[in-house]
Each structure stands twice: as structure tokens, then as C-alpha cells.
């Protein structure tokens, strides 16, 4: 009797096991197989052209403005936020309702931030559809996740490293930039990862705030178009999956790339560090 | 609730007062001569509400080992954390008392900088950073803004040979230290304490996490180290401090019991207690 159930049980394990791995095949193979004849390297490098036949360099362009323009202004802000909860503030009802604010805010649909930067950032601090204003937007998106994964990462950080600078006459900054700091970078790298997959997959609330200019950005104040929204736009107004499709690889390439470079640096922060 | 605690920490400071006072004489004739380096006087502490020391007065003499020992829970630790403040990190200790070294009070003068650059620590388990092992030894001395490659370089090397670790490490001074043996990673969380040139070391049942030939060593070093430094060893190993040590006091619910040389606690103690707890009775 047992055994069946310990049968039953590892069959429904294996189940949901090969079910989603299988979905995420069946997916990555849908938008290969319908997308991967066109791409070639005009239409990664080329223009894009209205008249069709174009490529998507000014999406790929604009996608990576987002990326670091928006890590740029959140990671800091994001790590220091983290640090002063975890560290310095003092434990109580006001860090509980901060950071019940911030586990919250992960959980707004993005399109009430995407509302939030186009009253704010795009109408009332004047900055237009532009990439700033989407970067911007994106910047509050990912900073509670930043937030949250290093206050995590700072938790895992033994106390006895604490005492063991501490106790060597160092003040409570040194050893947070010496020895807390860095021995929870893997961690915050970890959030980093997570927050470009935000931006990347974002797509509602950059098109309310970036607007949909299919053209190359003049600079970071020009109205211009990510891959997703790319995506969303020709599948809407032309129907056109294959090439939708096609954005998806460059897409699935890009979030591939940027993970397995994360990976690759964060094995060597521990490198450095443990061995 | 409160007023009860400080009538018993009265009552509990004039026992300790009066047996002190008895010792005291007793401590003139057999102690072996030497001056002290920590005065502790009418020490207090409290974790919130609840009392972790009562009255505790001790003379802790300049370069020997002094040993505490005592049962699980009876307060040694906690004393030798108030000697470089390390329970300050403690959310709600409250500590009275005086414990003045080299004549400065250390709970009066803030400078725990300069405290814990004097009085280092070695701790219960090998926490070197995740550093190699150069690095870890000058953390301390960077920290205190030595940037000079030469006089780093002097230092380190000076403090694994102080710490008997030198010819073990010397060849690999840029790897890791997490992947040197417990053994190793202990003396070389010696060598780090070294590194800042204190005059008092802290150790806090340094050997409790090593096997025994590794345990062996860090005795013998502790030993050749008493000529330079004053040793404060916290073990639960009597034999430990019967072997290392010059001086042991014996805790027991948070109060000093007995405090003499080690031959004498260990072959005529004065207090039913400790000849029961160092005779393996309880504890």
C-alpha cells in the first residue's frame, strides 16, 4: 500500500516535472520555428522600415537603453535601501510597514506603474514619452525586487564575520564594505538578474511612457520602442507572427546572454573569494 | 519584578564583597607576582530583565593566561565579551560596574575603536573572512589605514609566525583561507588578532571546533605566547586550563565562586563547588 502511494506520488511528481518543461518547449520551439527564417543579419543590425523588410536595431538599441539606464539609477539606490533596513534602522513597526510596502509593490500589475510614469514622469516633470520617462517608470518597478533580494542576501551573511571584523577595532561601515557587502554580492547580482528579466519582459508600462516611436533614439529624451512592445505592436496592427516571432528570439537571445554573463561573474566574485 | 532584581543584586554584591575581601589576602600570599592589566570591579550585566552577572571582581594579570571555566551557561563567555564590548552589539545589555585597563575605565571612555584595536578576539569557531589568506591577516591593519605594501608585508609575515602558522601558509598566502583545516584556519584567526599588536587576547573556547592534534597546537601557542600578550581563555575543558593556563576562576550562575593559580583551584580548592565541579561531580 505504501509502495503505491510513494508510486503514485513520484508519477505526479515526474508529471508536473515534464509538464512544465515541456510547455516551455513547446513554446521556445513555436516562436523558433515560426520566427527563425527571418532572422538574419540585416534584420538584427538593419533600420527599421516602415514599408516592411526592415530590421529591428532601434528596438534592440532602445531595449538595452532601458536596461541600464534604469539598473543604473536602481541598483544603488535599491542596495542602499536594503542595507539601511537590515542594518542600520532600527528593528520596529515602521521597517515591518516598509517593507510590507515594498513586498507589496512587487505585486502591482505593471500597468498601474506604467499609469503612475505617464501622469508623473511623462506630464507633470515634462520629460515627454521618452526612454528616461520608461526608464524612470522601470527604476520603481525593479526596486523592490533589488530591495528584497539584498536584504535576503544580506541576512545569509554569518554574524560571526560581523564579530570577527568588528572585533579587530574596525567601525560598523568598514566592515559593511568590507566584509558584508561583498560576501552578499552573489545575492544582490542574483536581484540584478531578476530585475533586467523584469525590464526586458516589460511591456505595458513602456508603452505608456516611451511611447511608440519605431525609430533610432536621437538620445535618451526621444520617444522610441522596446523589443516587447515591438512585438505587441506588428502581431496587433499587421497580424504579422512570423515577425513577432522573430523579435521573440532576439528576445529569448538577449535574457539568455545577459543570465549566463551574470552567472559567469558571479562564480567569479566566489572564486575570488572562496577558493 | 525590577525591585526584587536589585535587592538581589545587592545581596549578591556583598557576598561576592565579603568573599573578595577574604580572597583578597589570601591572593597576596600565594599569587605569583605580576601586575595587573584588568581591574574588574562589582561587574553587572543584564540580557533585558534577566541577570547574566552578579558582582563579578577580578584582577586579570599582565602576560599569563587566565583561564575561566565553569558549566554551560554560567556567565564566562558573557564576562569575557564585556572586556572589548562586544556584547554593546547585543540588543538590551545593560552592564554596571567598572572594568578599567591600563587605569582607563572602558565603559566610561567611548573610543571602542581604540578598545578593540588594544584587546583582540579569537572566537569559539574559525570565522576568517572569505579572503585569502594575506587578507585576512591585513584586514585589521588596512582598516586602521596602513596602505604601505612593504610594512604589510612585514606585518603579515610577522603575525603567522607569531601564530606558529607561517611555514604552513607562506606558500599560498593568496588563496583562499577557507580552504586551509579548521586547525590551521584557527591560528590564522590568531595570526589576524596578532596583526593589530594588542596587548590583551580574548579567546573564546578557541579550541572547541578542532580535533585534538590541532587543539594541541593552539595550547603550545597560546603557551609561547603569553611572554608578549595577556591571555583570556574561555574553556569548558578543564584539563585544558590546568594545562595552559596560570590563573582560572570558576564561574558558576553567573557569579565568580573561586579565582586563584590553577595548581591551587585544581589540587586545593577552597569552595565546596569548585572541588566538586573540577572533580567531575557536576557540570
Known amino acids: 500500500m505504501i509502495q503505491l502511494k510513494d508510486k503514485l506520488l513520484r508519477g505526479l511528481l515526474w508529471i508536473s516535472a515534464f509538464l512544465s518543461v515541456a510547455v516551455l518547449v513547446m513554446i521556445v520551439g513555436f516562436i523558433f520555428y515560426k520566427g527563425i527564417n527571418l532572422i538574419s543579419f540585416s534584420f538584427i543590425f538593419g533600420d527599421y522600415s516602415p514599408t516592411g523588410g526592415g530590421g529591428i536595431w532601434p528596438m534592440i538599441v532602445t531595449t538595452i537603453y532601458t536596461i541600464l539606464i534604469s539598473l543604473i539609477i536602481a541598483t544603488p539606490i535599491g542596495i542602499f535601501a536594503a542595507v539601511y533596513l537590515q542594518e542600520y534602522a532600527k528593528q520596529g513597526r515602521l521597517v515591518r510597514t516598509i517593507r510590507f510596502a515594498t513586498e507589496s509593490l512587487t505585486g502591482i500589475p505593471s500597468i498601474i506603474y506604467g499609469l503612475f510614469g505617464a501622469v508623473f514622469f511623462v506630464t507633470t516633470l515634462k520629460l515627454g514619452m521618452s526612454i528616461i520617462a520608461a526608464s524612470l517608470t522601470l527604476t520603481i518597478i525593479v526596486l523592490p525586487v533589488i530591495i528584497r533580494t539584498t536584504e535576503e542576501a544580506l541576512k545569509t551573511v554569518p554574524l560571526s564575520y560581523r564579530e570577527g571584523s568588528l572585533a579587530l577595532g574596525t567601525t560598523k561601515l568598514q566592515t559593511l564594505y568590507k566584509v558584508i557587502l561583498p560576501s552578499a554580492m552573489p545575492g544582490v547580482l542574483s536581484g540584478i538578474i531578476l530585475s533586467i528579466g523584469r525590464i526586458v519582459g516589460e511591456s505595458a508600462a513602456i508603452f505608456l511612457t516611451a511611447g511608440t516611436v519605431a525609430a533610432m533614439p536621437d538620445s535618451i529624451f526621444s520617444s522610441a520602442r522596446t523589443l516587447t512592445v515591438h512585438a505587441y505592436l506588428v502581431t496587433q496592427e499587421s497580424g504579422d507572427i512570423e515577425l513577432a516571432a522573430a523579435v521573440g528570439i532576439v528576445l529569448i537571445v538577449i535574457i539568455l546572454v545577459i543570465n549566463l554573463s551574470a552567472t559567469f561573474i558571479s562564480k567569479k566574485l566566489n572564486r575570488a573569494t572562496n577558493k | ?283
Not at chain 2, 88 to 115: F, Q, R
Request: glycine share 8%; aromatic share 8%.
Open chain 2, 1 to 283: 519584578m525590577s525591585r526584587l532584581m536589585s535587592t538581589s543584586v545587592i545581596e549578591h554584591g556583598e557576598l561576592t564583597t565579603k568573599k573578595q575581601s577574604w580572597e583578597g589576602i589570601s591572593q597576596m600570599e600565594q599569587f605569583k607576582e605580576g601586575t595587573t592589566k584588568i581591574n574588574v570591579k562589582d561587574l553587572n550585566l543584564f540580557y533585558g530583565e534577566k541577570q547574566a552577572l552578579f558582582g563579578v571582581y577580578l584582577d586579570i594579570h599582565e602576560k599569563q593566561v587566565t583561564a575561566l571555566i565553569g558549566p554551560s551557561g554560567c556567565g564566562k563567555s558573557t564576562f569575557l565579551r564585556t572586556l572589548n564590548r562586544m556584547n554593546d552589539l547585543i540588543d538590551g545589555v545593560k552592564i554596571s560596574g567598572d572594568i578599567v585597563i591600563d587605569h582607563e575605565n572602558i565603559y566610561k571612555t567611548n573610543d571602542v575603536i581604540k578598545l578593540r584595536t588594544k584587546v583582540g578576539m579569537v572566537f569559539q569557531k574559525p570565522n576568517l573572512f572569505p579572503m585569502s589568506i594575506y587578507d585576512n591577516v591585513a584586514y585589521g591593519p588596512r582598516m586602521q589605514g596602513i596602505k604601505n605594501k612593504k610594512e604589510l608585508n612585514k606585518l603579515v609575515e610577522e603575525s603567522l609566525r607569531g601564530a606558529a602558522i607561517w611555514d604552513e601558509v607562506k606558500d599560498r598566502l593568496k588563496t583562499s583561507a577557507l580552504g586551509l583545516s579548521g586547525g590551521q584556519q584557527q591560528r590564522v584567526c590568531i595570526a589576524r588578532a596578532i596583526a593589530m599588536k594588542p596587548d590583551v587576547i580574548l579567546m573564546d573556547e578557541p579550541t572547541s571546533a578542532l580535533d585534538p592534534i590541532s587543539t594541541l597546537k593552539v595550547e603550545e601557542l597560546i603557551t609561547a605566547m603569553k611572554k608578549d600578550y595577556t591571555i583570556v581563555i574561555v574553556t569548558h575543558n578543564m584539563q585544558q586550563a590546568a594545562r595552559i593556563s596560570d590563573k582560572t576562576a570558576f564561574f558558576l550562575n553567573g557569579e565568580v565562586v573561586e579565582y586563584d593559580d590553577t595548581d591551587n583551584i585544581f589540587s586545593t580548592p577552597q569552595d565546596q563547588r569548585t572541588e566538586d565541579y573540577v572533580t567531575g561531580r557536576f557540570g
